[in-house]
């Protein structure tokens, strides 16, 4: 029984320049302790199609499917039911840490706030919570960084300092929406490292939304890669990295540098506008597959290999091989 | 923060010697001798030069602006036209408009900042767009004006309260307050027009940011995430604004007083230039600019407590 | 290091811009109302002499307080004198008064406030203390002042009025200029050795403008009821040139007789403030599609 379910989800954006669909028909499940990769470009959809489940998109969207998680209906929820799920069993690590704490507050007060909110604690008590999980994420001093603020520390700091708010009150699901853009490299690493770890300590399930290849490698379970609002491919992360069947995933893979691997292969062409929904493989402009059936029609999801699905007509690793 | 505010003080010391100066030349620069006003009009030339040794006029402007000026530090800024002492006369009367100051300040505030708040969050519908125009028309009405028509509707017409005078605090603080109610909204009207548009304005900016989004992903109530996180930010703004209505309110107190006729600070200017009272004017015009100095260097304080960034330095690595 | 690429330096297609603009303009009501009513007091100041029915200082000792009639649409004053014509002669002094002080104001604020905020060093840190001690002094005792030496008059209110506008607009052009100096095609200009004159004549000023242009519009009320201040307190058109706030202040001693001569001026001055307020309103959306509304 999985955790999260998500079926046909479709958000709809009303802009002055009319509608823009940012996801159409997103179906996918999560399961218990499960790290799950969300790839695409920016722009596909990745971020929107969570933020909605929990209702975080502004008033303009609409969204249409369903959304079950732990047997309650999410985008039916009343406004209380949901203020309950977020941040205490869902919850959220947003991608720019330096604009997603508040400048104003102590950053020990920002993350006591959830567990006085979700489970009573005294101040006492979730200041003494907060420096524990503070030393989770392996903040050092943490009993001198509970009184500071934000802009006392420095980025990578700051995306630890969010992802111990959203563990605070070991939700079932974390959503970490590119925790680690935002940061050098060499933090990186260590953002993902802590991933992991809370993946095994605290058995968390894991969503974690990016447009970098190689971070999924490191951490994820299995892998949805996105485009234009559609999936396009799903399959466990080894399948997907030595089988890739989709020639979007073949051209995110050749574009991540290898040493040795000679020249990077760009994807031609740019994003579609999602303003329209094509009644066409939405990537068939860019792709090297590309015929009269892609571009008359929109290819469903067909299972290639155990657990491995792909949304193409002409599925198969690319003639050049990046393996 | 200890930097900061001692950077402003700096500065605000320099603006107090600075338009000390500006005040002493531009007294000068004011057509007439003063030697004959102050020697009574008399012409006679070996008078006029013993009236001018006496007061120290025929020194070297500098040597002039050097006494006068440690002798205002000291509290003696000389004898106005019917010799009595400026000082004195500014001291008695300054508590008058101060606490006109304070009673349009607090209605504006508690106004201004409501109606801004109320508006954003509840932006595009019917309170907004009342609370939007009304600040618009509340900035474009003349505030004399306003008073005008305040008096003619409730002093005249409905005699619910008095049309001019004032009542000290201790005499009677019923009737203190009956005197300055109308010229007290009178002035704040036009505090919290400002007022309610920059916190609107503000509060609009908070609440996309994204340090808002988070708080609802948190599951906080959306009482919690207005008051607490977006409004906690706009009043970082919103207190700027309020130190340079702050002058505003000074140039309105002076009409405002002058309308309900309220023997405060502001009236006093208006006296000084009607009476070509020179002295009178001089500490009138230095007094209200230090306390518009000074008063703006309480703004800073308060600016400083409220933004973290300046309160406490920056981060040790970036 | 960013690097520059000055073959995509920013400098967006006029004409196509000014449609946008013009269409997103006409799209709000309010601004609409405010630009039409605005031109109707424009066009009545300086008109005056054509339409107004009677000169501005006509007396009719018959007709003294009157009510509105056929004869006089807004009734008389305390000296016969027709209400209506007064307003339109007023007109004039109050929106000259409001639009060369503005325009005073700008002229002196614009280049001080983008050499301050262009250049920075020593040169922002002098001006900066010089528009703190003049906005140190409460804008109306300095025009107190100034009547006091200059002697009252219009002109001289004008002057006062500029001033006293100058500080605040000052603040607003140096803000926009440090903006702007950070601004990719300002510094590929600099990097292509243009003269400093150049890049703020045609990098820097032309898109200051559409904040210019609102804070200008926004100013104008301002003036206009600063200039009816002085003139209530006599310390600016001098009788018997009309001017809305000599009206008003003649109208104080007929506050129970008459309350209606206290009236009319009042309105007119809210109406044209009002109606350049929204005007002002309306641009700055218009012309700023960040601005949150």
């Given amino acids: 029984m999985s955790l999260l379910a998500v079926d046909g989800l479709s958000v709809r954006f009303d802009t002055d320049d009319g509608p823009v669909h940012a996801v159409d028909r997103l179906s996918f499940t999560l399961g218990e302790s499960e790290v799950l990769g969300v790839v695409g470009e920016s722009g596909c959809g990745k971020s929107v199609s969570f933020m909605s489940l929990l209702r975080l998109l502004p008033e303009t969207a609409t969204v249409e499917g369903a959304a079950t998680f732990d047997g309650i209906d999410l985008l039916h929820a009343s406004p209380a039911r949901l203020r309950s799920i977020r941040g205490r069993q869902i919850a959220f690590v947003f991608q720019e840490p330096m604009t997603s704490l508040n400048p104003a507050f102590k950053v020990g007060n920002q993350i006591g706030e959830v567990l006085r909110r979700h489970l009573g604690l005294s101040r006492g008590d979730a200041r003494r919570r907060s420096i524990e999980l503070l030393d989770l994420v392996r903040i050092p001093s943490p009993e001198r960084r509970v009184d500071e603020y934000p802009h006392q520390l420095s980025g990578g700091m700051r995306q630890r300092v969010m992802i111990a708010m959203a563990v605070a009150c070991d939700p079932k699901i974390l959503i970490a929406d590119e925790p680690t853009t935002a940061l050098d490299v060499t933090i990186q690493a260590g953002i993902l490292d802590l991933m992991r770890d809370i993946r095994e300590r605290l058995g968390t399930a894991i969503v974690l939304i990016t447009h970098n290849l190689g971070v999924v490698a490191d951490v994820a379970d299995r892998v949805l890669v996105m485009y234009a609002g559609r999936k396009v491919e799903e399959a466990p992360v080894h399948e997907l990295f030595a089988r890739p069947q989709h020639p979007y995933t073949n051209g995110l893979l050749g574009a991540v540098p290898r040493p040795g691997a000679g020249r990077l292969r760009e994807i031609p062409g740019r994003v579609p506008s999602l303003a329209e929904l094509p009644a066409a493989c939405a990537f068939a402009p860019r792709c090297p597959r590309a015929d009269q059936l892609s571009r008359t029609q929109v290819p469903d999801l067909r299972e290639v290999a155990p657990q491995h699905h792909v949304a193409c007509f002409h599925p198969g690793p690319d003639a050049e091989a990046t393996a | ?318 | 290091m960013s690097f520059v690429d000055t073959s995509v330096a920013t400098i967006s297609p006029r004409a196509r811009r000014r449609r946008i603009l013009r269409r997103r303009f006409l799209r709000r009501p309010l601004a609409v109302v405010g630009f039409i009513v605005a031109l109707a007091f424009v066009l009545a100041a300086i008109l005056a002499p054509v339409i107004a029915p009677y000169s501005a200082g006509a007396t009719d000792f018959n007709a003294l307080l009157a009510h509105s009639s056929r004869h006089h649409l807004l009734g008389t004053d305390e000296l016969g004198r027709d209400v209506f014509s007064r307003i339109l002669w007023g007109a004039r002094a109050s929106i000259e008064a409001g639009v060369l002080a503005t325009l005073l104001a700008m002229a002196v604020a614009v280049p001080i406030g983008i050499v301050a905020g262009y250049y920075r060093g020593w040169v922002d840190a002098v001006i900066a203390r010089v528009t703190d001690v003049l906005l140190a002094f409460p804008f109306l005792i300095v025009a107190v002042g100034l009547a006091a030496i200059l002697g009252p008059s219009l002109t001289n209110a004008t002057i006062a009025l500029g001033i006293g506008a100058a500080p605040a607009l000052i603040r607003i052009a140096r803000g926009e200029a440090l903006a702007l100096r950070e601004e990719d095609y300002v510094r590929a200009a600099v990097a292509n050795g243009a003269s400093d004159l150049r890049i703020l004549a045609r990098h820097v000023l032309p898109n200051m403008l559409s904040t210019l242009i609102v804070q200008a519009t926004v100013a104008i009320p301002t003036a206009i009821i600063g200039e009816a201040v002085l003139s209530f307190l006599g310390l600016g058109v001098q009788p018997p040139t009309p001017s809305w706030g000599v009206m008003l202040s003649d109208a104080q001693s007929y506050l129970s007789q008459a309350p209606r001569l206290a009236v009319y001026p009042g309105i007119a001055i809210f109406l044209c403030s009002l109606s350049f307020n929204l005007l002002g309103d309306g641009l700055r959306d218009v012309l700023d599609p960040r601005t949150t509304r």
């Fill in chain 2, 1 to 318: 923060m200890g930097g900061f505010l001692l950077r402003k003080a700096g500065a605000a010391l320099v603006v107090v010697f600075l338009s000390s100066v500006v005040v002493f030349i531009g007294v000068r620069a004011l057509p007439g001798d003063p030697a004959l006003a102050l020697g009574a009009e008399n012409r006679d030339p070996a008078v006029l030069a013993a009236v001018r040794h006496a007061y120290g006029l025929d020194q070297p402007l500098p040597v002039q602006y050097v006494k006068w000026a440690s002798r205002a530090l000291r509290g003696d800024l000389g004898l106005d036209a019917r010799q009595l002492p400026v000082g004195h006369t500014i001291v008695t009367r300054i508590p008058i408009t101060l606490e006109l100051a304070l009673l349009a300040v607090l209605i504006g505030v508690a106004i201004g900042i409501l109606a801004g708040v109320v508006a954003a969050v509840r932006r595009g519908r019917l309170s907004d767009h009342t609370a939007t125009t009304s600040s618009l028309v509340g900035l474009s009405v003349p505030h004399f004006w306003l008073g005008l028509m305040m008096i003619i509707v409730f002093a005249v017409d409905l005699h619910w309260l008095p049309a001019s005078g004032y009542v000290s605090f201790r005499q009677h603080p019923l009737s203190n307050l009956e005197h300055l109610l109308m010229p007290a909204l009178v002035l704040g009207t036009g505090l919290s027009a400002v007022l309610m548009r920059q916190t609107r304005s503000a509060m609009l900016n908070s609440l996309t940011a994204d340090y808002v989004r988070t708080a609802r992903a948190k599951g906080l109530s959306e009482r919690s995430v207005i008051a607490k996180h977006a409004l906690r930010n706009s009043l970082i703004t919103v207190t700027t604004v309020v130190g340079l209505q702050l002058g505003a309110l000074i140039s309105g107190a002076v009409i405002t007083e002058q309308i309900f006729v309220i023997p405060g600070f502001g009236r006093l200017t208006l006296e000084a230039v009607n009476e070509r009272d020179y002295t009178l004017l001089q500490g009138v015009v230095l007094v209200a600019a230090t306390g518009y100095v000074v008063v703006n260097l309480l703004v800073d304080v308060v600016y400083s407590l409220l933004n973290p960034r300046i309160r406490v330095s920056g981060a040790t690595n970036q």
